[in-house]
């Protein structure tokens, strides 16, 4: 170390670097104190988050994060916008301010660590870059040591981590002080000073998921996903860790309209213009309702002869895809513990892909591929490409897959869903897919982090209880915490539409009305018509006409209404169109909400049709009371409508 170097960083083991939003108002301040990394954020000069430690616990080595000082320094401002291939906005601005903090050691061996941090006019984002460097080539993480210091008094909502069913469960509320176990990100929080927070991460691959918890300090602290022995990721360097980021708004609602998670991944490195969004029915809810099954047998869903008569459905219904589960040798007994053995190019006896795909095809109607692996990876991925290839052949586009079991086995062994290994595997065949310009619906997944921007043949994902749920285990406030919680991270297979809400099997906790405004309340760029198609062909074609019209990717969208686990009223304006659709949702409580109609276009007379609750509606004693209203609407108009207890509404707005 020379002279000059020696006395630099001597000086610069105490320091403060601050980077502020765009426009001002969010600062995000990097502290050095003693050595040791801290962070700040405040919002228009009230705390979001006192001061809170960074570092990371290595295996065989010193911890990372003390007995630094500040190599160099530099600042960056971007502003671009790109284009979307789908989604809930097409046009996108990325606006930032950066600082990059580079550190090193002051004593040997003088590692060297990167802090990035970004200020956007919506929220924060920084992350750990550790680069290339003489003493380490490859590091095991023991630990991830960041801190997220919110008022432990304020308000939060979440569901709980490392639960068998995965991302499955109703969210809670709770105060920060008392989530003593962990729970998923996003975490959304209100401030004591009464700003929304969603904690979250972006652009997750290579490492465990994150999830927080209270520290033995009594501060939210990065729980990462650890693998089965213990660690919580094997890397080699250079390495950089997700994003942790932090969507920061002063109501509710305006998270939903924020891009930060999409913006903190990098655009796609291919054009992807083989990627489309689609509908599609399923041989699917039959199941579910107990009239058909997944395995072979005298009901066996799968079969040449109800494929071709789904098909002549999609047709007659105008939709493009038809997933049919069920179909492949390996759902036999107990398909959750038997599934070690699924094959997936093998289908059964009565199942004829050939002339299933042939039929399709002259029907105009895509099959939508279906792989259970019943998080049996090993199996998975040592038919992985042949499967690909195999649909390949048949022209088969889309996949739906799937993770069902409590945890996946991978190398023989036991590992979380959203542990390094998971990720890892979740990403090869992600882009193996797109190798194969195959596109994925993924069900028990790893949760999104944005990184369907950079690979959007990602379509959408599970990763939350959906209306497989349905039939005692959902409650009418859980579409509507989705809302803040879950879908800040993106797109979601709901499975919507069930028409048939009064089943015996499987009652619907939703009016039916409710069950299309879904397609505008829950984004996703594959939507399933989840019922039988005898309900939308025979019994509600009136309904069913605003599922065939709801577009699949959205201009823009513009949160009207709600409150969070209580309502959400959402606007999207069609893609590079100038219709609207409106969606709501309301919890156990009716209401009767007014829509202030200023984003339509002045001086147009626009068509529209109103999909409401009956004013006796009710999602227990009467879910089938609906009615549909031919109106008139203009810009500035006033709109009241009424959404029953565990009802809602649709409205379709067309320009002239
Ligand atoms: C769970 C998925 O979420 C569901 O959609 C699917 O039907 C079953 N697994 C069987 O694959
Ligand atoms: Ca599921």
Redesign the pocket.
Known sequence: MSFWGGLFKKQKTDAIYEVKSPNGRINLSFVLEHGRIFYEVEKDGKMIVRRSRLGMELQDMHPLGEGLCVVRAYNRTTDQTWEAKWGEQRVIRDNYNETVIYLEEVVKPARLLTLRFRAYDDGIAFRYEIPAQPEMSQITILDELTEFSFDTNCRSWSIPAFQPDRYEYDYHEHRVRDLKESVHTPLTILTTAGHYVALHEAALYNYGSMTVKLNKRGSLCSDITPLSDGARAHVSLPFSTPWRMMIIENDALDLTTSRLMLNLNEAPREDFDWVEPIKFLGI?WAMYVGEWT?APGDRHGATTEHAKQYIDYCRDLGIKGLLI?GWNDGWEGDWLQNGVNNKFMVSTPDFNIQEITDYGRENGVELIG?H?TVGFVDNYESQLEDSYKYLNKYGVRYIKS?Y?GSRMVINGKREFHHSQLGVLHYQRALELAAKYHIMLDV??PIKSTGIERTWPNLMTR?GAR?Q?YEGGALVPSHACFLPYTRLLAGGMDY?SGIFDVCNYTKRMATTITRQIAYYVTIYSSMQMAADRPQFYKDNYPDLFNFIRNVPLSWEKSVPLFGEIGKSFVVARQAWKKKDWYVGGVTNEEGRRVELYLDFLEEGVNYKAKLYRDAEDAHYRENQLAYVIEDKILRKGDRLEVYMAPGGGFALEILHP
């Open positions: 699917w997944w589960e279906h259970e799937g069902a069900h028990e599970e959906g497989e499975t």
